[in-house]
C-alpha cells in the first residue's frame, strides 16, 4: 500500500512527540448511542433513506485512546463494527489527532471479505487550528488492489453551532467530492444536508463493485446522547 507505512510511521513519532504538550488527563470510560434518519458516509447515502442507529464505548487516558464503534443502516453491508486506537490533544489554538481505525462487517454481502476485523483499515491524521480543520485517511488494508489505494481528505470550517466540511474521495475508477452543512441545535440534536459535487466513477458502470451513482441532496437528522 504506498504511502501506508510513512503515514503509520509520521503517527506514531508524532504521538511520542506531542506527548510532551499534550495535557495529562485522568482515565475517563463513556458511551453514546444515537439515531440518524439515515447513514450519511463521507457524502454518501449507505442507507437509502433506512434510518440507523449507533453507539460507541471509549476508553481515554492521558491524550490515548481506543474504542468500538456499531452502527445499523447500511443496506449494502450490513451491520458494521469499527475499532480504534488513537492520540489527540492541543496546544494553545491547535489540535491534533493521530489514529488508527479497522471496519468490520459481519452481515451482509461483504462478510466473507469484510468480516474480520484488519481485513479494511484506515491510519487518519487530523489536524485543526482555531475554527479551521483538516483530516487525511490513507487506507492501509483492504479486500483488493485499488481499495488499497484509496484516500479521502476533508477541509472544514465551524462556527459556532454551523460547520461545512468539504471531503474528497480518491480511489483507481473512482473521484468523489462531496460538501456538507450542518446545525447543531444542541448537543444532542443536529441536521445536516450534503451534496455531491463532482463523481467521476471511471471506467465504472452501474452495478460494478465501488460505483457511486450521481445522487440528489442528502438531508438527515440526527440525535445523541451519551451513557452515564
Same mark, same amino acid.
Given at each position: 500500500?504506498?504511502?501506508?507505512?510513512?503515514?503509520? &510511521?509520521? &503517527?506514531?513519532?508524532?504521538?511520542?512527540?506531542?506527548?510532551?504538550? &499534550?495535557? /495529562?488527563?485522568?482515565?475517563?470510560?463513556?458511551?453514546?448511542?444515537?439515531?440518524?434518519?439515515?447513514?450519511?458516509?463521507?457524502?454518501?447515502?449507505?442507507?437509502?433513506?433506512?434510518?440507523?442507529?449507533?453507539?460507541?464505548?471509549?476508553?481515554?487516558?492521558?491524550?490515548?485512546?481506543?474504542?468500538?464503534?456499531?452502527?445499523?443502516?447500511?443496506?449494502?453491508?450490513?451491520?458494521?463494527?469499527?475499532?480504534?486506537?488513537?492520540?489527540?490533544?492541543?496546544?494553545?489554538?491547535?489540535?491534533?489527532?493521530?489514529?488508527?481505525?479497522?471496519?468490520?462487517?459481519?452481515?451482509? &454481502?461483504?462478510?466473507?471479505?469484510?468480516?474480520? #476485523?484488519?481485513?479494511?483499515?484506515?491510519?487518519?491524521?487530523?489536524?485543526?487550528?482555531? #475554527?479551521?480543520?483538516?483530516?487525511?485517511?490513507?487506507? /492501509?488494508?483492504? #479486500?483488493?488492489?485499488?481499495?488499497?489505494?484509496?484516500?479521502?481528505?476533508?477541509?472544514?470550517?465551524?462556527?459556532?453551532?454551523?460547520?461545512?466540511?468539504?471531503?474528497?474521495?480518491?480511489?483507481?475508477?473512482?473521484?468523489?467530492?462531496?460538501?456538507?452543512?450542518?446545525?447543531?441545535?444542541?448537543?444532542?440534536?443536529?441536521?445536516?444536508?450534503?451534496?455531491?459535487?463532482?463523481?467521476?466513477?471511471?471506467?465504472?458502470?452501474?452495478?460494478?463493485?465501488?460505483?457511486?451513482?450521481?445522487?440528489?441532496?442528502?438531508?438527515?437528522?440526527?440525535?445523541?446522547? #451519551? /451513557?452515564?
Amino acid at each position: 500500500m504506498k504511502n501506508s507505512q510513512k503515514v503509520l &510511521a509520521a &503517527a506514531l513519532a508524532g504521538s511520542l512527540a506531542l506527548s510532551a504538550v &499534550a495535557p /495529562i488527563a485522568s482515565a475517563e470510560v463513556s458511551g453514546s448511542v444515537g439515531v440518524a434518519s439515515t447513514y450519511l458516509w463521507r457524502g454518501v447515502d449507505l442507507g437509502s433513506g433506512t434510518p440507523a442507529v449507533s453507539g460507541s464505548l471509549d476508553y481515554s487516558a492521558s491524550g490515548f485512546y481506543a474504542g468500538i464503534w456499531g452502527s445499523s443502516g447500511d443496506t449494502a453491508n450490513g451491520t458494521e463494527y469499527d475499532l480504534y486506537l488513537g492520540y489527540g490533544g492541543e496546544a494553545g489554538k491547535f489540535s491534533y489527532d493521530l489514529s488508527v481505525w479497522t471496519y468490520s462487517y459481519p452481515t451482509g &454481502a461483504a462478510q466473507e471479505e469484510l468480516g474480520t #476485523p484488519g481485513n479494511l483499515a484506515e491510519a487518519v491524521i487530523a489536524l485543526g487550528y482555531g #475554527p479551521v480543520s483538516f483530516s487525511y485517511f490513507d487506507a /492501509i488494508a483492504a #479486500p483488493t488492489d485499488d481499495a488499497e489505494d484509496y484516500t479521502y481528505m476533508t477541509l472544514g470550517l465551524s462556527l459556532e453551532a454551523f460547520s461545512v466540511t468539504y471531503g474528497v474521495h480518491n480511489e483507481q475508477g473512482l473521484d468523489l467530492s462531496h460538501i456538507d452543512f450542518s446545525y447543531a441545535y444542541n448537543d444532542n440534536l443536529s441536521f445536516t444536508i450534503s451534496a455531491q459535487i463532482d463523481n467521476d466513477n471511471g471506467d465504472l458502470e452501474e452495478g460494478d463493485e465501488g460505483y457511486v451513482g450521481t445522487t440528489d441532496p442528502t438531508f438527515v437528522v440526527s440525535y445523541s446522547m #451519551p /451513557i452515564e
